[in-house]
C-alpha cells in the first residue's frame, strides 16, 4: 500500500540551481562584476562555490568578491543581505511539480516535505512555490533539531502524516541524506539525480530511478498495482 509520497526540497521539488542562478545573475547585473568575463562566467563559479548549497552563503560571495579584484567588506554582506531577502523571489519549481502534487493528492496520498536547512531560508522557498498549501506536512531540519539521513525525522514525518513508514515513497537527489535515509527508515526510494551522482561504496540501488518529476506518476501506479 503507498499511502503518501516525501519529498526532498532542493534540487527535488525546488529547481535551486535555476533559481540562485537566476538572482545572481540579476545581483551581480547590478553590482559589476570586476575581473570575471561575463556574468555567465561568474554565475558558474558562484555556482561551483556554493557546492549545491552546502557552502555558507557568505563565504560564497567573499570568496566571489577576492575573484573580482575586490577586498570589500561591505559589499559582501550587503550581497549577502540581499541573498538572504530576496533570492526566495527567483524560486523556481521543476517541470511537473504542480501536476504531481495535484495527481498525488485527488488519488488520496498524503504528501510530505522534509529538508535539510536553516527554516527561514527553506520557508522562503517552499512559500515562493505554493508547497504550504500543495502538501500535508514540512519538516525542516533545523526546527525538529535532526536532519536526514537520522531515521528520526523520516519516522516524525511519517508519524505526523498518520501512516506506517513501510507506506511510504521518499523522493530525493541526495544519495545520502535522502536515498539511505529513507531507505534506513523503512521507505520506498525514488531517485531524482539532477547531477547528483551515485556513491560507488553503495552495494545496493534505489527502488526507481527517474529523470524528471512527470516520470514519478508511472512509478508509483506500477508500485501501487504490484
Ligand atoms: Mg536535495
Keep these: 500500500m503507498i499511502s ?6 532542493d534540487e527535488t521539488l525546488f529547481d535551486r540551481s535555476a533559481s540562485v542562478r537566476s538572482f545572481v545573475r540579476q545581483q551581480f547585473a547590478g553590482s559589476g562584476i570586476g575581473r570575471f568575463p561575463s556574468v555567465t562566467d561568474l554565475c558558474n563559479r558562484f555556482m561551483e562555490l556554493d557546492a549545491r548549497g552546502s557552502m555558507p552563503k557568505i563565504e560564497v560571495y567573499g570568496t566571489l568578491i577576492e575573484e573580482m579584484g575586490g577586498h ?12 538572504e531577502a530576496n533570492a526566495w523571489r527567483h524560486a523556481v519549481p ?3 511539480m504542480r501536476p504531481l502534487l495535484s495527481w498525488l493528492r485527488q488519488n488520496g496520498r498524503k504528501i510530505g516535505i522534509v529538508s535539510n536547512g536553516q527554516t527561514h531560508i ?3 522557498s517552499l ?14 531540519s533545523e526546527e525538529e533539531a ?10 516524525r514525518a511519517a508519524n505526523r502524516l498518520d501512516v506506517r513508514t513501510s507506506d511510504c515513497i521518499f523522493v530525493g537527489d541526495s544519495p545520502q541524506a535522502d536515498m539511505a535515509g529513507a ?7 525514488i531517485w531524482f539525480p539532477n547531477g547528483a551522482s ?14 524528471s518529476l512527470w516520470e514519478v506518476q508511472a512509478v508509483v501506479k506500477r508500485w501501487e498495482h504490484s
Aim: hydrophobic letters at 45%; aromatic letters at 14%.
Design 4 to 9: 503518501a509520497v516525501l519529498f526532498d526540497l
Design 127 to 140: 512559500l515562493a512555490l505554493n508547497l504550504d498549501r500543495m502538501v500535508d506536512a514540512y519538516l525542516i
Design 94 to 96: 521543476f517541470d511537473g
Design 198 to 211: 551515485w556513491p560507488s561504496d553503495y552495494a545496493w540501488r534505489p527502488d526507481a530511478t527517474v529523470a
Design 183 to 189: 531507505r534506513a527508515a523503512g521507505m520506498k526510494t
Design 122 to 124: 527553506q520557508l522562503r
Design 146 to 155: 535532526c536532519r536526514k539521513p537520522e531515521a528520526e525525522i523520516f519516522e
Design 72 to 83: 570589500r567588506d561591505e559589499l559582501r554582506q550587503a550581497l549577502f543581505d540581499d541573498y
